[in-house]
């Protein structure tokens, strides 16, 4: 079912999508701050209806293949005195979103953290800041990047891929990120830019930032005709948009190269499909995206050298298998065989065989095989 | 206590050092305290007993104030009671021993001793006479000076002088060895705990170092004076038992001129002579309105054929029931006779009974509390006593046997409390309200109950917040108006507080201003020691408490919860203040409206109804 993209594509996305869309955002804001000025003027106290996200208002959508939120809804009410602070705290992010959607200003979230304070919005700590970000996230059904507040953490990108800017000052430039060998952070202004060209056929997302700077030495790019993507560790949300805009907005697969343990298991299943914790959001997930190693049973087919599982790896291996995303294929079999030898290999095992090795003999190889699952 | 034989063979000085730790007086420092209380205690409890609002004025000052601790002190007590006439005065402060307090009424002093003891104790110490003004009548005043001779148990009066006055009332002042310096601060809180518990009180203190420390009463209205009642059986040892069968044996009566005048009196018979027949027939049909005395003079005149004129030339000496003799001493012939008495008369079991004493029953109807006729009968069948014994036959056994019995019997019901004085709950919440000025008060005052034939009343009060300074439980103890200061560590009032679980009643223990009174009354508070000063734990006295305190406590949780409400509202109206005015501030920016919506009303009636539920409480037992 692979998409082959043999030519070249260039695609112009259209400007007035990416304009629709922060207006929309603005406009649902607004309708927000209108009930509460409408509540006030009534002599109401006004709420917001907030999806629940407890555990237990979290389910998987086999249809959607990622974890969606159920329809349970928490009232947030301003009459209430223990919800009145963090109701506050709500309506003052949904005003600061605004603004900074108006004036296209980007902001992290310290950031937010710390503005708050010019507005004797007390936040106890970053966390409870964060929290509010969430909420609105979910009052919303809209990722915090839509309303320009970015996380801290950088991922890299590097290959043949042209964008062009779209934040205030660099409008209109354009970039191809196959420039600078250390790649580019994946920050907002790379999230909000448009795709504009690639020559590229297909996206390797990488755990690790040293296996990312061997592949551009190697010049795995060229080779393979890919664009390169370190997630460094557990893709950050603004990497896992770029990697399904990469995929959907200009039709390339996307592969997952990981560490041969549990959890690089679980950075490609939460590229794919997406984490409990942002199961109020949608457009995080690139369904399609394969997880092409390192997988347990290449462990014994490529002799590497092993490392043995500690508790908690063996301990999280049987948390997943109770997911309902590893009930099945590759993900269920792998998962049971790292249960079985006990044992892990990280991308670096390969440089027993040669510092080449893994991007001459393993990536050719499994790339091959990628296309028939 | 020892007999008086025993005082006349020590010195003043040994017997004062032999009791001087059970009175209080150990040292200096100490003494100065218990003299204080004696004297101050004493003038309390005569008013009390006279219905005068107590006006009293004590004074400490050091003889030579240059001096260090422990010196020489003078310590005045002036009060407005009712005195004591002026030939009465050696005796109460001169003698070990003289009370007007051995009734079974509840009282301050107790034995007869304390005023005494301090005096003797200054005496001791600084061989300076004891100085009493007192004013019984409010026309004179009596002024003595006086030092006690312990061996002949006497006052020796070194002054006395007369002046007329108005002012009726008693001052005492002493001058002992004491240590201001150690013993102030708890002198200090006695004065204001008396204060405390006797609300109708005025107490002024000047202290040594020149402080004056005035209480003004609260109420102008005294709680009712305690009466004297028989004591119960429960309360009752054989000694007691044996002093009250002697006053309540008839005597033979002396027939002496007086006595045949009353005989004569009641029969009617006064002016003439009259002969021995005319005499028995009035006495046939008078018999029934005789009293008892001329009743058994008449019994005797018919043994002895007797007229008025014999009966005054005899003396009688011995009735002989056994022997069925009656011997009488004859002074015209100067000579023992005996006559017989006839069994079968009907005056012989006049004269029977009197010598016989009257029955068992009958004894302990009249002379105890809670024991009617039913119940005397009852008793007798449990004890195993013969209903018409006559307590002038019985043996030594016997009335121990009859003690042990009183004690046992379960049938007898719990004694009369009317000889205890609480102070009653107004006056009890007016002196804590005064006092403290609390945010939340109540008081309770339970039923009269017993321990060993002692009647006791438990009241108590608690009082939370407002002006109250300390922080934690504090609790002021206090036994028949007396507040209790030393030996706190064992006492039952102190258990029993902390024994209590306060997170049960929503009351943070150690940080809450809370304030427990406790008052003990009872006709003997059973002290651990005889210094006054801590409660034993009795277990009748200590589910009292209980009962009072659990009581209290779920009066404050009411209180607690309610307040939990109010302040609730408050922080809730204090959020709203705070928050809404951003919240209208974001929405206005938000909708791009150019006017704030008009929220403040709804501010206002939060707070409006945060007001309503604040007002202060007082609570009080229906
Ligand atoms: N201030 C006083 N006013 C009137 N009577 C007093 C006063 N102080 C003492 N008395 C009388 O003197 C008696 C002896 O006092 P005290 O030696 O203290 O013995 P107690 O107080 O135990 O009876 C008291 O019982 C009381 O009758
Ligand atoms: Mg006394």
């Known amino acids: 079912m692979a998409k082959k993209v043999t030519k070249k594509v260039t695609k112009k996305v259209d400007k007035k999508e990416k304009i629709d869309k922060s207006k929309k955002l603005i406009n649902l804001l607004k309708n927000h701050g209108a009930q509460v000025y409408e509540d006030l003027e009534n002599g109401e106290f006004p709420k917001f209806s907030i999806p629940n996200r407890s555990i237990s208002n979290i389910i998987y959508d086999k249809k959607l293949r990622q974890y969606i939120l159920g329809t349970n809804t928490s009232l947030r009410s301003a009459r209430n005195s223990s919800q009145l602070r963090s109701f506050t705290q709500l309506l003052w992010l949904a005003f600061f979103a605004n603004k900074l959607t108006h004036e296209k200003k980007s902001s992290t979230l310290r950031d937010v953290y710390y503005s708050s304070q010019a507005f004797a919005i007390d936040f106890e700590d970053q966390q409870e800041s964060d929290n509010i970000i969430v909420d609105l996230e979910a009052v919303l059904s809209q990722p915090r990047e839509d309303f320009y507040v970015f996380p801290e953490e950088r991922s890299s990108i590097f290959g043949d891929l042209t964008i062009e800017y779209t934040i205030p000052g660099y409008e209109g430039k354009t970039q191809n990120l196959s420039s600078h060998p250390d790649g580019y952070a994946i920050g907002p202004s790379m999230t909000s830019a448009q795709l504009a060209d690639t020559s590229a056929e297909l996206v390797i997302a990488i755990e690790k930032g040293g296996l990312f700077t061997r592949f551009v030495e190697e010049q795995v790019d060229k080779k393979f005709k890919s664009i390169i993507i370190n997630t460094g560790g557990q893709a950050p949300r603004s990497t896992r948009t770029l990697l399904k805009r990469l995929h959907d907005e200009m039709g390339l697969p996307v592969v997952i190269l990981t560490d041969g343990d549990v959890y690089g298991e679980h950075i490609a299943m939460v590229i794919k499909s997406g984490s409990a914790n942002a199961a109020h959001l949608k457009g995080l997930t690139v369904p399609d995206a394969k997880w092409m190693g390192v997988w347990a049973t290449d462990i014994d087919k490529f002799k590497l050298p092993t490392i043995p599982m500690t508790e908690s790896d063996i301990k999280r291996c049987y948390d997943l298998l109770k997911d309902p995303r590893y009930q099945e294929g590759l993900w269920k079999r792998e998962l049971e065989v790292f249960i079985k030898i006990k044992r892990k290999a990280e991308l670096e095992a390969f440089s027993k065989y040669g510092l080449t090795n893994i991007t001459e003999k393993y990536l050719p190889k499994k790339l091959e095989e990628s296309k028939s699952y | ?622």
């Open chain 2, 1 to 622: 206590m020892s007999s008086k034989e025993t005082f006349n063979q020590i010195s003043p000085s040994e017997f004062f050092y032999r009791n001087r730790d059970l009175a209080g007086f150990s040292n200096p420092t100490r003494s100065l305290y218990t003299a204080v209380r004696e004297f101050v205690e004493n003038s309390l409890d005569a008013c009390d007993h006279s219905g005068i609002l107590p006006n009293i004025h004590m004074t400490i000052k050091a003889v030579d104030p240059e001096k260090p601790d422990p010196k020489q002190y003078i310590l005045t007590v002036k009060d407005n009671g009712p005195g004591i006439p002026s030939k009465h005065v050696p005796l109460a402060f001169g003698t070990v021993l003289y009370g007007s307090k051995f009734g079974l009424k509840q009282a301050r002093g107790m034995f007869g001793l304390g005023a005494t003891m301090a005096i003797l104790y200054g005496q001791i110490t600084t061989n300076k006479p004891v100085k009493v003004k007192s004013n019984a009548d409010g026309k004179t005043r009596f002024d003595f000076e006086m030092k006690l001779d312990i061996q002949k148990n006497k006052p020796v009066i070194m002054k006395k002088q007369e002046t007329p006055s108005t002012e009726q009332g008693l001052s005492v002042s002493i001058v002992l060895d004491g240590d201001y310096a150690k013993a102030g601060t708890k002198i200090r809180d006695y004065v204001y705990q008396t204060s405390l518990i006797t609300p109708y009180a005025t107490i002024t203190f000047d202290d040594p170092k020149g402080e004056k420390f005035h209480h003004k009463a609260i109420i102008r209205s005294m709680p009712p004076a305690p009466t004297v009642i028989a004591p119960h059986p429960y309360g009752i040892d054989v000694e007691t038992i044996r002093r009250m069968l002697v006053d309540t044996h008839y005597q033979i009566p002396n027939v002496d001129d007086k006595m045949i005048e009353k005989v004569r009196k009641e029969l009617g018979m006064s002016k003439k002579k009259f002969t021995y027949d005319e005499i028995m027939k009035k006495t046939e049909k008078k018999w029934k309105s005789l009293t008892r005395p001329v009743r058994v003079v008449i019994s005797l005149m018919s043994f002895l054929e007797a007229d008025f004129e014999k009966l005054q030339r005899i003396r009688i000496e011995d009735v002989d029931l056994r022997n069925n003799k009656l011997t009488y001493w004859d002074y015209s012939t100067s000579q023992t006779l005996v006559a017989d008495m006839d069994v079968e008369s009907p005056y012989y079991k006049q004269l029977a009974n009197t010598v016989q004493g009257e029955s068992l029953t009958h004894f302990l109807n009249k002379r105890f509390q809670r024991v009617g006729p039913t119940a005397a009968l009852e008793f007798c069948k449990f004890a195993k006593f013969k209903p018409e014994t006559r307590i002038g036959n019985m043996t030594d056994q016997e009335l121990v046997k009859l003690s042990d019995a009183l004690q046992t019997y379960e049938g007898f019901r719990s004694p009369d409390p009317t000889c205890l004085a609480p102070l009653g709950d107004g006056p009890l919440e007016k002196g804590i309200e005064r006092r403290f000025e609390p945010d939340f008060m109540a008081v309770v005052q339970r039923t009269a109950s017993a321990y060993s034939g002692f009647p006791f009343v438990i009241e108590m009060g608690i009082a939370y917040g407002g002006k109250i300074e300390t922080r934690g439980t504090t609790v002021y103890r206090f036994a028949n108006r007396i507040p209790l200061l030393y030996d706190e560590g064992s006492d039952v009032v102190l258990k029993v507080v902390k024994d209590t679980d306060w997170n049960r009643y929503k009351v943070k223990n150690d940080s809450a201003p809370l304030i427990i009174v406790s008052h003990i009354c009872s006709t003997r508070v059973p002290y651990k020691t005889v210094g006054k000063e801590n409660v034993a734990d009795r277990p009748e006295i200590e589910k009292e408490l209980r009962l009072a305190l659990q009581f209290l406590s779920r009066k404050l949780s009411g209180y607690m919860s309610k307040k939990g409400q109010a302040e609730m509202a408050k922080k809730r109206a204090n959020l709203y203040s705070k928050y809404l005015p951003l919240v209208a501030q974001f929405c206005t920016e938000l909708s791009g409206n150019k006017k704030e919506p008009n929220y403040k009303q709804m501010i206002k009636e939060e707070i409006a109804i945060n007001n309503a539920g604040e007002n202060k409480e007082v609570e009080k037992n229906g």
